[in-house]
């Protein structure tokens, strides 16, 4: 297949899935609360939902490399330099998706975003945030470096399981010490 | 260089992650200790909204610099190329010096010239720099960074690359399953 089809498809696809996936965000925190009563299930269910979070930054990423690869952006002086510095990109994308992704919770499971919470949200996210964020930033930086092989998925992959065994037992902790 | 580096760039990129973390912890800390928006004091008030306006600034600020220094750092390959076609062997220290960049990023530029094809050979012992596709100095002394092959060494693939497949699956998948999960549960 040409490499301009296999782009635009990349691009359809992505956008596809990313609307597909609001929805499923929607069902997700919807149902946080029933799920959480089951351990295996809720490590399930999180390791899916995570997945897909960081499957959508890679065909994100992956879609805009190839756009700079095809060169797209003819006019753009500035769209390779994201490329050519992928882990100083890699770290303020992770940054900046970890905090939406606070804030989006923060907003979906109480409806509005409480500033009096917010620091103790970021301390108990933090313990997650980081192991997530390390995850985000190996998914980016490979794909903006265009160093991403199978293996290196899989160990991301691997990753994001490990961060929802460790939030489940987070959560079950949190819950267990509040109850006394 | 000056100041538009890519060095000052990140710094002032973090200095402004820090600024509006900090702005945004403590306004909300004492938010959540006295009750009030943002501080106690309008001197907290103004400290903390200042530091949260600011941060993002300096964010921008920092990237700017960052892009503008990173683009400044694309016209040395062609200076380097023209000073080694013009001359003998040159010391590494040399041409840091001519093009007023620091030596790493000299010996960074030649090892990626020398993937894009270009006969450049740099003597690691004695830090000797020419532009001779004969010398025998060309592979045996070179700093192999694999993390280093520059952009246009890299083919664009025409069909999926297996990591691509395996995403695209994994995201199908999830999306089902999520659903399908939500709505069991609901």
Not at chain 2, 8 to 27: E, H, P, R, S, Y
Not at chain 2, 83 to 88: N, P
Not at chain 2, 127 to 145: E, R
Not at chain 2, 154 to 180: D, M, N
């Amino acid at each position: 297949m040409d490499a301009k089809k296999t782009t635009a498809l990349l691009g359809i696809a992505f956008i596809v899935f990313l609307a597909l996936s609001y929805f499923e965000n929607l069902f997700f925190f919807g149902v946080l609360g029933d799920f959480l009563r089951n351990p295996f299930l809720a490590v399930a269910t999180l390791f899916v939902h995570n997945v897909l979070v960081v499957s959508l930054i890679l065909l994100g990423m992956t879609f805009y490399v190839r756009l700079v690869m095809l060169d797209f952006f003819k006019r753009e002086k500035y769209g390779r330099i994201v490329l050519e510095h992928p882990r100083t990109f890699a770290v303020t994308f992770a940054v900046m998706i970890l905090l939406l992704s606070i804030v989006r919770a923060s907003i979906l499971i109480y409806g509005t975003l409480s500033l009096a919470d917010l620091p103790a949200m970021l301390l108990i996210s933090a313990p997650i945030g980081i192991i997530e964020g390390y995850g985000m930033y190996l998914t980016i930086s490979k794909t903006l470096g265009r160093t991403m092989s199978t293996k290196d998925l899989a160990f991301i992959y691997i990753i994001f399981f490990i961060a929802a065994i460790i939030e489940v037992g987070f959560i079950n902790l949190l819950v267990a010490v509040t109850a006394r | 260089m000056g100041i538009v580096t890519k060095s000052n760039g990140k710094i002032l990129m973090f200095i402004g992650l820090a600024f509006f973390f900090v702005g945004l912890i403590g306004g909300s800390l004492s938010y959540a200790t006295y009750g009030k928006e943002w501080g106690y004091t309008p001197m907290g008030y103004f400290l903390a909204f200042s530091m949260v306006v600011i941060g993002p600034i300096l964010c921008i600020m920092g990237i700017s610099v960052f892009v503008m220094g990173a683009r400044r750092f694309q016209k040395y390959p062609s200076k380097l190329i023209v000073l080694l076609k013009s001359g003998a062997r040159t010391k590494l220290s040399s041409l840091a010096k001519l093009l007023e960049i620091s030596e790493k990023d000299v010996k960074r530029m030649i090892h990626e010239l020398q993937l894009n094809g270009e006969s450049i050979v740099i003597d690691r012992i004695t830090t000797d720099v020419a532009y001779d596709s004969a010398s025998p100095l060309q592979l045996s002394h070179l700093d192999a960074n694999a993390s280093a092959v520059s952009l246009s060494e890299k083919k664009l693939s025409s069909g999926w690359s297996s990591y691509e497949k395996l995403s695209l699956a994994v995201s199908v998948v999830s999306i089902v399953t999520g659903i399908v999960l939500a709505l069991l549960l609901r």
